[in-house]
């Protein structure tokens, strides 16, 4: 298959581990992946906040781009994020058309129909829950809002996990209990932000793992910087990055203040 790669810009700019182990784990995979240069913000952190107007030039840059995948040029569009997929999937089209692009909303919901979380790509798509990883370190999971609620990703990112090899998977307390980032929301409204951190901290080191993943390195900041104040020794690491691990090209744990270098 033919892959176009969607970074998001919260990788583009701060983890950029997170695509680059979507390229080499799909290339591993026999797929080829190619990466549409012109993208940029897909709209959710306008469309959340309430700016829609302002959203439609960057949702057209977004469609534009990835107009391609419509058209039959590509097979799908991947995306390290069930935040950014869940924007693309439901947001994207009521941006266009509450502005009267009528047309490019329709490229939107064509786009939108191939556009997958990585899980999604995987398991539905590609088919395949054993990716020949390696990584033999105790893991949790916390499933993203997003993931979870808009796009239903269910157990797949757990049956990836669960096919690794030396992988421990052990169960997180509460684990659809949502983190408190929520992009602006954690800036508007820090005092509650920071009490659902602390629960969901709390659960995490109760699971005695050294690694947390998720889908969404949004959360996995939020969450690692709770879990690098206290001393905690958890590391966040996406589930791209668990999941291109191999005996060959081991992926190590690093400290969170590492992993955006």
């Not at 990112?157 to 030396?166: C, N, Q």
């Not at 791209?240 to 969170?256: F, G, K, M, Q, Y």
């Given at each position: 298959m033919r892959i176009a790669l969607a970074a998001t810009c919260i990788a583009d700019a701060m983890f950029p581990q997170a695509p680059k182990a979507v390229v080499t784990l799909l290339?591993?995979?026999?797929?080829?992946?190619?990466?549409?240069?012109a993208q940029a913000c897909c709209g959710q952190m306008h469309v959340n906040t309430g700016y829609l107007a302002d959203a439609v030039p960057v949702v057209r840059n977004h469609v534009r781009t990835f107009a391609p995948v419509a058209d039959g040029e590509w097979d799908a569009v991947v995306v390290p994020s069930g935040s950014c997929t869940g924007s693309i999937r439901h947001q994207q089209k009521m941006v266009l058309e509450r502005a009267g692009l009528g047309a490019e909303a329709r490229t939107a919901t064509a786009v939108s129909e191939r556009t997958y979380e990585l899980s999604e790509l995987l398991v539905d798509v590609l088919g395949v829950t054993d990716v020949g990883a390696w990584f033999p370190h105790r893991v949790t999971y916390h499933p993203t809002c997003h993931s979870l609620r808009m796009l239903g990703v269910g157990d797949k990112?757990?049956?990836?996990?669960?096919?690794?090899?030396?992988l421990e998977l052990v169960p997180l307390e509460q684990a659809e209990g949502c983190c408190g980032f929520g992009g602006t929301f954690s800036l508007k409204n820090a005092d509650t932000s920071a009490a659902m951190l602390d629960d969901k901290v709390a659960n995490v080191v109760g699971t005695g793992a050294e690694v947390l993943t998720a889908g969404d390195w949004s959360c996995l900041m939020h969450i690692g910087g709770g879990l690098s104040r206290g001393g905690t020794g958890v590391r966040p690491m996406h589930l791209?990055?668990?999941?291109?691990?191999?005996?060959?090209?081991?992926?190590?744990?690093?400290?969170?203040?590492e992993v955006a270098r």
């Open positions: 290339e591993r995979l026999g797929h080829e992946v190619v990466f549409p240069a990112p757990e049956r990836l996990l669960r096919a690794v090899e030396g791209a990055e668990i999941l291109v691990s191999t005996r060959e090209a081991p992926v190590v744990p690093a400290d969170r203040q």
